[in-house]
């Protein structure tokens, strides 16, 4: 009988952070480099950003799920919001 993987290293790259219903999941994807799956109740968004000295540098959200029309006011609380989830993992 073989045993299946139980964790891949992909697994090792992930970290979760919650508050409330808010989830964030960051991967590893370079050295500085994180992929961000932002879940905020229903809405979800594919983020990319890059971390330097515990601050975020560059920040883009690639993608979105759900009926939200992206202001400045709002990607900037998104921005506060996944540095604040990163610093909870």
């Known amino acids: 009988m073989n045993q299946l993987i139980l964790l891949t290293s992909g697994d090792m790259m992930q970290r979760t952070s919650s508050l409330?219903?808010?989830?964030?999941t960051?991967?590893?994807?370079?050295?500085?480099?994180?992929?961000?799956?932002?879940?905020v109740n229903s809405n979800k968004f594919l983020i990319t950003m890059q971390n330097i000295a515990d601050q975020i540098e560059q920040f883009e959200i690639i993608?979105?799920?759900?009926?939200?029309?992206?202001?400045?006011?709002?990607?900037?609380?998104?921005?506060?919001?996944v540095e604040h989830l990163r610093y909870r993992i």
């Open 63 to 81: 993608a979105m799920k759900g009926f939200i029309e992206l202001t400045n006011k709002i990607i900037l609380t998104i921005k506060r919001l």
């Open 26 to 39: 960051f991967t590893q994807e370079g050295e500085n480099q994180f992929g961000v799956i932002l879940e």
């Open 20 to 24: 409330g219903n808010i989830r964030a």
